[in-house]
């Protein structure tokens, strides 16, 4: 009979470790990555108001980033239209008031997104404790059968 639970106990740790909390560090993992691809949206949609503000018509200047913090001077001449990436490589010609509306209604979709990890993420905490619950009772159980 202690055999058996000792066997229980052992699938039951194996489940913790290799289920629930895998499926914990992936919903952390999305988590991080929508929340970083929010700030690049927000960054996006300061600097649609910033040059709707400024209302140039001559042409701003600024500073790309290549990646890898690799930054290059660049010279917009046209800041009536702006390319948006939409995802999968694909870009989307927008006026300033259309890529604003498009990136409120982005940055709110992700947010709706991140909430539901949240949830996610606590269901699964919540059976963690549950499960790691049931097993102290197992052990329990198992100490006192050899009393």
């Known amino acids: 009979m202690e055999l058996g639970i000792s066997e229980k106990v052992l699938h039951y740790e194996s489940f913790v470790n290799d289920v629930l909390k895998e499926d914990l560090k992936k919903v952390h993992t999305r988590y991080e990555e929508l929340n970083s691809e ?61 890529a604003l509306t498009f990136v409120e209604k982005r940055v709110n979709l992700l947010t709706l997104q991140t909430e539901k990890l949240k949830k996610d993420s606590a269901k699964t905490k919540a059976m963690i404790k549950l499960v790691l619950g049931g097993l102290q009772q197992l052990q329990s159980t198992k100490s006192n059968k050899s009393r």
């Open 38 to 98: 929010i700030a690049e949206y927000i960054q996006l949609k300061n600097f649609i108001q910033s040059i709707s503000d400024v209302g140039v018509s001559g042409g701003v200047k600024t500073k790309m980033d290549l990646g890898c913090s690799f930054y290059v001077q660049a010279n917009i001449s046209d800041t009536s239209t702006i390319l948006v990436a939409v995802g999968l490589g694909h870009y989307i010609e927008f006026t300033m008031e259309e």
